[in-house]
């Protein structure tokens, strides 16, 4: 059973950047059927994908949030990250990572998310 | 970009009723690119419906998709307690998009 776990600083402060990484265990992230993304969810907000990665590490973002974002891929650790750079309180969410199926097209395994936190 | 639009935000309802939540997309998408997410307090989103109309693994059948072009629609044939929760519709285009959400809420 495929699992997805997002780890990294709880609080961040504004101007600084936002780092998280996610590990995925019970299955390798080289899969040639998957992407695997970032989505964010303000308080009490809905969903927005910020950003996703092919494990070869072509990578394609969120135009509103393109020139923030940078994901990365490890295959050795089978682990993916986001940094997000000069972030403001309206960055405070909860940050999921998920497989982006390209089979079905669908975000079809999430992590249980993380809440990040945007004060000084 | 394409805006998708849950209207209404909430809807109340008791269990054992239908339910059925629209999503409407700014421009017309393939219905392969159209999928449904459930998410419960504190929890991470599930994925319900895919490709407009197919159900997700050990999703129970009462649980619906359908639509093409712009309007598509979640029906929940019989509301269980378990449920009442947020219905997300998405769409897989070049820049994935989420609609705002409808809440399910218990009469």
């Known amino acids: 059973q495929l699992h997805l776990q997002e780890s990294g600083p709880g609080l961040v402060k504004p101007s600084e950047t936002l780092s998280l990484t996610c590990t995925v265990s019970g299955g390798s992230i080289t899969g040639t059927s998957y992407y695997w993304g970032w989505i964010r969810q303000p308080p009490g907000k809905g969903l927005e994908w910020i950003g996703s990665i092919f494990y070869s590490g072509s990578t394609y973002y969120n135009p509103s949030l393109k020139s923030r974002v940078t994901i990365s891929v490890d295959t050795s650790k089978n682990q993916f990250s986001l940094k997000l750079s000069s972030v403001t309180a309206a960055d405070t969410a909860v940050y999921y990572c998920?497989?982006?199926?390209?089979?079905?097209?669908?975000?079809?395994?999430w992590g249980r998310g993380t809440l990040v936190t945007v004060s000084s | 970009e394409i805006v998708l639009t849950q209207s209404p935000g909430t809807v109340s309802l008791s269990p054992g009723e239908g339910a059925t939540l629209p999503c409407r997309a700014s421009?017309?998408?393939?219905?392969?690119?159209l999928a449904w997410y459930q998410q419960k307090p504190g929890q991470a989103p599930r994925i319900l419906i895919y490709g407009a109309s197919s159900r997700a693994t050990g999703i129970p059948d009462r649980f619906s998709g359908s639509g093409s072009g712009t309007d598509f629609t979640l029906t929940i044939s019989r509301l269980e307690p378990e449920d009442f929760a947020v219905y997300y519709c998405q769409q897989y285009g070049s820049s994935p998009t989420f609609g705002g959400g409808t809440k399910v809420e218990i009469k």
């Open positions: 421009q017309s998408i393939s219905s392969s690119y």
């Open positions: 998920a497989r982006q199926n390209l089979v079905i097209v669908a975000f079809d395994l």
